[in-house]
């Protein structure tokens, strides 16, 4: 229905419902009509969710390579030896993909424990009580709560408003705030931005507060009939994840090349017998040299760190942020909840000249109002009273408990529902000894004038009984601007400029030492003066005004942000912090946690827009801050070529939110708006937890570059050795099966021991990431070219010693009479060495000792590749710290022991030995292939040491 046109009354009547809400039973009955108030959903199947996003093109150039060698093998009648290459190939991938399906499947439960956990709300009558509750349960008739900061999730109409506005740029297009209106309007088929008296699902309050009815949800609202057919969330695409699939397929291309090249120099070499005998061989290089795993590790690794910060308070939206938060080189935090305990408490109360003390932390009632150690008695003193009324009505926090979850399980707190300033009012009020919803409820709210960041001053004009009074709250530098009279011991007198002077004075000495004032002023206002409220002006309102006195409010930090920030700052990483307060206030505070020193400037929010960008990026202090500065302050840090990230909880904060690098909302004190813009969400609201994801974020940077590091290492250098010995000797170095032990083996398990290394303490004493830093830098790329030399120099020189004779053929290596083919037909135990070439174990004088030696050189080489490659896996830990010196990492140890046992298996499992051709190693050739290994990780190591 076209509710805009309509009387309330009319859509009361037509929804059935009344101010006072539906019933529990009518919303059950409505519901079986309407739906949950959900918008539709893109259907994935099965393959576009988990087979689609683990396939690449090095993937399937692999399976190609797989289906090739069985077709081969097939065609050709091959034995059972002939299969096990391509078999082996297809588990592995199985496996790999596996491993991507069961991550991305947890990664789903995750963001459906997030969804649930920042999903949306909304205040419902229901049964003639508010009810919080959430916004897929809404139905058409409920009558919605609304105040600033509230997130729309429903079509509605308006029909009680104060200075209430709404931003609906999801809808329009258009970032101001729209005023909106209760009255019918006329007239058909309007647009949205002519229905001022509607309210749209998406769009969120940005002032005043109202009531509403629901007239739609789900797929019958505005953005709901856009949203049909498309998806309403899509994923953003990871750079790192783009960047290694790039790597990984420019380097895919490079082997193929290679490749190809070599089968066209053998093409023209070769009989055509010969050449199909290669070309096994060629497929096996393939598959061991394609780095198909380069995006799934990255994958892998970015989902731990978001199950690694989600058990440290910090949900993460968006993975890409996770790599972000190590690059950052600049935070801007708020001061409120985030660098503070966001307990505000007021603890003075100046009044007839005199402060007050005020006992208690935080918002719990357990404190007394205090004049010289003495409790005052606040219905003594009218003034007094008259305070802390109008700090209980002019005030639109409310208090609720919640369960909130922490890194030690879960407790009650106390929530503020508001701006904590109010909920420090309204605790003031408590321990006075007033319920604020009874005195509320004495006061009719005839208007509300919001606070601006241009007046600093809040207003309500309320009825009592007969009579109407405007009380007004404010900045300590304009509160006592607008008052004419002053009430002194109960008593009405003129306020002089020099009181006025001396009053501002006073609360600028609260301010110094840290302290939030808010100056208290009142005043009656006429019959008349209401009849023309709604055209009436704030300038006419808030002037001539009696001044009551104020309070001074104070938020200590939180007692672990001082190490967090000192820990940052030494990981040179800057750090403002951002407040609306006063700006002797932010400098106090600042200098207590050594945000601000000696030198560095202090902004206020009028001044940000005039200042250079480079002004911005050296001040350390920005104080009386609106939320769209937040906005100019994160465009001039990116201009200067930070990494930023800005915290926020406020609905104006999204914006600035989104432009910045790394969005952080609050999960405690945040708007459900704020959170919807962030990449990441505190759920303990604590800077402490921006340094822990600083900390993961670079943990996880080189957890990923160790795993680049090492495969590059190991596939170039084999790609070197298989390609030179191929090319120049015309010998396969490796054979197919080899090659695939190695995939299996050394290509596999010790990059999953990588992707869990425990981050090195260090890394948080470093500068962060040039943002222009590619994964290789220049000293980790000088290093790889060492290494793969060196392995590569390794490996060919023992090939050649051993074809040479340099390396002789020990009687070790002639015969392993333990494994009896079961072929054999008459029973005899021969030398599976012999039986391979073939001739018995008594025709000695005829061995073919060419064959043997390089039997022996593919043995040892593959062995003492093993080891070299064991010694990269540590070495790409780090570019500075040797083997011996870094942190212990169990899961690398147990996987690289596994490797070994592999090792051991093939070379000593004669069943092994036969399928492989692998000959059994005297003691001598372990130690030389074991010290052949030890000259790659010495070279390593002494580049570390000169670096």
């Given at each position: 229905m076209d509710a805009y046109n309509l009387s309330i009354q009319d859509i009361f009547e037509q929804l059935k419902t009344s101010k006072e809400g539906l019933t529990e039973e009518k919303v059950q009955n409505i519901r079986k009509l309407s739906g949950n108030n959900i918008l539709p959903k893109k259907k994935v199947n099965f393959y576009q969710k988990y087979i689609k996003p683990s396939f690449n093109l090095m993937i399937i150039i692999l399976l190609i390579a797989a289906f090739a060698q069985l077709y081969m093998a097939y065609s050709s009648n091959g034995t059972a030896v002939d299969y096990v290459s391509p078999i082996i190939i297809l588990v592995i991938l199985g496996i790999n993909i596996m491993i991507a399906m069961i991550q991305q499947r947890k990664v789903e439960k995750t963001l459906e424990a997030l969804e649930q956990l920042t999903s949306f709300k909304a205040n419902v009558f229901r049964n003639g009580t508010i009810e919080e509750i959430e916004m897929k349960n809404l139905v058409p008739g409920d009558i919605l709560e609304l105040k600033q900061g509230d997130y729309i999730g429903a079509d509605c109409r308006l029909f009680q408003e104060n200075d209430l506005t709404i931003i609906e740029s999801n809808l329009t297009g258009e970032p101001t705030a729209v005023e909106k209106i209760t009255e019918k309007i006329?007239?058909?088929?309007?647009?949205?931005?002519?229905?001022?008296?509607?309210?749209?699902?998406?769009?969120?309050?940005?002032?005043?507060?109202?009531?509403?009815?629901?007239?739609?949800?789900?797929?019958?609202?505005?953005?709901?009939?856009?949203?049909?057919?498309?998806?309403?969330?899509?994923?953003?695409?990871?750079?790192?994840?783009?960047?290694?699939?790039?790597?990984?397929?420019?380097?895919?291309?490079?082997?193929?090349?290679?490749?190809?090249?070599?089968?066209?120099?053998?093409?023209?070499?070769?009989?055509?017998?010969?050449?199909?005998?290669?070309?096994?061989?060629?497929?096996?290089?393939?598959?061991?040299?394609?780095?198909?795993?380069?995006?799934?590790?990255?994958?892998?690794?970015?989902?731990?760190?978001?199950?690694?910060?989600?058990?440290?308070?910090?949900?993460?939206?968006?993975?890409?942020?996770?790599?972000?938060?190590?690059?950052?080189?600049?935070?801007?935090?708020?001061?409120?909840?985030?660098?503070?305990?966001?307990?505000?408490?007021?603890?003075?109360?100046?009044?007839?000249?005199?402060?007050?003390?005020?006992?208690?932390?935080?918002?719990?009632?357990?404190?007394?109002?205090?004049?010289?150690?003495?409790?005052?008695?606040?219905?003594?003193?009218?003034?007094?009273?008259?305070?802390?009324?109008?700090?209980?009505?002019?005030?639109?926090?409310?208090?609720?408990?919640?369960?909130?979850?922490?890194?030690?399980?879960?407790?009650?707190?106390?929530?503020?529902?508001?701006?904590?300033?109010?909920?420090?009012?309204?605790?003031?009020?408590?321990?006075?000894?007033?319920?604020?919803?009874?005195?509320?409820?004495?006061?009719?709210?005839?208007?509300?004038?919001?606070?601006?960041?241009?007046?600093?001053?809040?207003?309500?004009?309320?009825?009592s009984e007969d009579s109407y009074i405007c009380f007004s709250k404010g900045a300590p530098e304009k509160i006592p601007k607008i008052c004419d009279y002053i009430f002194v011991k109960n008593n009405l007198v003129p306020i002089t400029e020099e009181l006025k002077f001396d009053i501002i004075q006073k609360m600028e000495d609260f301010a110094t030492k840290g302290y939030r004032t808010l100056g208290f002023a009142q005043k009656p206002l006429s019959s008349d003066d209401i009849m023309n409220i709604e055209n009436i002006s704030y300038e006419e309102i808030e002037n001539h005004l009696v001044f009551i006195g104020f309070v001074a409010i104070l938020d200590p930090p939180r007692s672990d942000v001082k190490q967090a920030i000192k820990i940052c700052q030494g990981a040179g990483i800057n750090i403002a912090m951002i407040t609306g307060d006063h700006s002797l206030t932010a400098k106090s505070i600042a200098k207590e946690l050594n945000i601000f020193k000696l030198g560095d400037y202090s902004v206020s929010g009028n001044e940000i827009k005039t200042i250079s960008t480079e002004k911005i990026a050296q001040t350390r202090v920005f104080s009386r801050v609106a939320p769209e500065d937040k906005e100019t302050i994160v465009k001039a840090l990116q201009?200067?070529?930070?990494?930023?990230?800005?915290?926020?909880?406020?609905?104006?904060?999204?914006?600035?939110?989104?432009?910045?690098?790394?969005?952080?909302?609050?999960?405690?004190?945040?708007?459900?708006?704020?959170?919807?813009?962030?990449?990441?969400?505190?759920?303990?609201?604590?800077?402490?937890?921006?340094?822990?994801?600083?900390?993961?974020?670079?943990?996880?940077?080189?957890?990923?570059?160790?795993?680049?590091?090492?495969?590059?290492?190991?596939?170039?250098?084999?790609?070197?050795?298989?390609?030179?010995?191929?090319l120049i000797f015309d010998y396969q170095i490796f054979n197919p099966l080899q090659l695939v032990i190695l995939y299996g083996s050394i290509h596999f398990f010790p990059p999953f021991g990588l992707m869990f290394d425990k981050y090195d303490e260090r890394i948080m004493k470093e500068p962060p990431k040039d943002p222009k830093e590619p994964l290789i830098n220049k000293k980790y790329l000088l290093m790889m070219i060492l290494q793969i030399t060196t392995i590569a120099i390794v490996i060919i020189t023992l090939w050649l010693m051993i074809m040479n004779d340099g390396i002789p053929i020990f009687d070790e290596n002639l015969i392993d009479p333990r494994f009896t083919p079961p072929w054999d037909v008459e029973g005899e135990r021969i030398g599976y060495v012999f039986e391979r070439l073939p001739y018995s174990f008594s025709d000695e004088e005829n061995i073919n000792f060419e064959l043997l030696r390089e039997w022996k050189a593919q043995t040892v080489c593959l062995v003492s590749l093993f080891f070299s490659e064991i010694w990269m896996a540590y070495e790409a830990r780090s570019i500075k710290v040797g083997i011996f010196k870094g942190s212990k990492n169990i899961t690398l140890f147990i996987l690289i022991a596994f490797v070994v046992g592999i090792l051991l298996l093939i070379t000593i499992w004669d069943f092994a030995q036969y399928y492989l051709v692998i000959l059994t190693l005297s003691p001598w050739d372990w130690l030389i292939a074991f010290g052949a290994s030890l000259i790659v990780l010495i070279v390593s190591e002494f580049y570390k040491k000169i670096e």
């Open positions: 006329e007239g058909s088929n309007l647009p949205i931005q002519d229905q001022r008296n509607m309210l749209f699902s998406s769009t969120f309050v940005t002032s005043g507060n109202g009531r509403a009815i629901v007239t739609a949800i789900g797929t019958e609202t505005q953005i709901g009939i856009i949203s049909k057919g498309i998806a309403t969330k899509e994923s953003r695409d990871i750079p790192l994840n783009k960047a290694m699939n790039k790597m990984s397929t420019v380097f895919g291309l490079i082997v193929i090349g290679i490749i190809i090249l070599i089968f066209l120099y053998r093409y023209f070499t070769l009989p055509a017998d010969e050449l199909q005998g290669e070309i096994p061989w060629l497929v096996s290089l393939a598959v061991a040299a394609i780095p198909f795993n380069f995006p799934i590790i990255t994958t892998i690794i970015l989902l731990t760190g978001a199950l690694k910060l989600g058990k440290n308070q910090a949900i993460v939206r968006h993975l890409n942020s996770i790599e972000t938060m190590g690059r950052l080189n600049f935070i801007c935090s708020d001061k409120t909840g985030t660098l503070t305990q966001n307990q505000m408490t007021v603890q003075k109360i100046f009044i007839d000249n005199k402060i007050l003390e005020v006992t208690g932390v935080g918002y719990k009632n357990n404190g007394d109002i205090l004049n010289n150690g003495q409790k005052y008695i606040v219905e003594q003193n009218n003034n007094l009273k008259n305070l802390v009324f109008n700090g209980m009505i002019n005030n639109n926090a409310e208090f609720r408990e919640e369960t909130i979850s922490l890194k030690n399980g879960s407790t009650q707190v106390i929530k503020v529902v508001g701006l904590p300033t109010e909920g420090a009012l309204l605790t003031l009020g408590q321990k006075a000894g007033f319920d604020y919803s009874k005195v509320r409820s004495n006061y009719e709210i005839i208007k509300e004038l919001s606070f601006t960041s241009e007046r600093k001053i809040m207003s309500k004009i309320v009825k201009q200067e070529g930070y990494i930023v990230a800005m915290t926020g909880d406020g609905v104006n904060d999204a914006l600035a939110l989104e432009n910045a690098d790394v969005g952080i909302a609050m999960g405690i004190s945040g708007t459900d708006v704020a959170k919807n813009a962030a990449d990441l969400i505190l759920t303990d609201d604590s800077f402490s937890t921006i340094e822990t994801a600083i900390f993961h974020g670079r943990g996880l940077f080189g957890n990923i570059r160790s795993n680049i590091v090492f495969l590059l290492v190991i596939l170039f250098s084999e790609m070197i050795v298989l390609s030179l010995v191929y």
